[in-house]
């Protein structure tokens, strides 16, 4: 269990996918541009195998903000998009249910 003010310190936000292309040399790793509304950030996310690049263009995903940036397969992360898995463990995206500005928190 964690404290209400453990939770809080997550930095979540809407951001909409403005790019996506696979990782070289690597079977599920995709490289994603994120508008966030203030700022783009780049993540890397292992979603390569159940969704396409040209699939994300455009969607709304949850980003983790505040994570120190990793570099993963020679590329920088800065961020996390949240998933959760299905029944055969693939990666579902979690998505707002309608359209929202890019940048909205999350709470």
């Given at each position: 269990?964690?404290k ?6 997550l ?7 403005i ?10 790793l995709?490289?994603?541009?994120v ?21 994300l ?18 590329v ?6 949240l998933?959760v898995l ?5 990666p ?16």
């Amino acid at each position: 269990m964690i404290k209400l003010e453990d939770f809080q310190k997550l930095d979540l936000r809407v951001g909409k996918i403005i790019e996506a292309e696979k990782i070289s040399n690597t079977d599920k790793l995709l490289r994603i541009e994120v508008d966030l509304g203030s700022e783009w950030r780049q993540i890397v996310a292992g979603i390569g195998k159940v969704y396409q690049p040209q699939e994300l263009k455009g969607k709304e995903i949850v980003v983790v903000c505040n994570l120190e940036p990793k570099v993963i397969k020679g590329v920088e992360s800065q961020g996390m998009l949240l998933a959760v898995l299905d029944s055969e463990a693939n990666p579902v995206l979690i998505v707002p249910e309608r359209e929202v500005p890019e940048g909205s928190k999350v709470s």
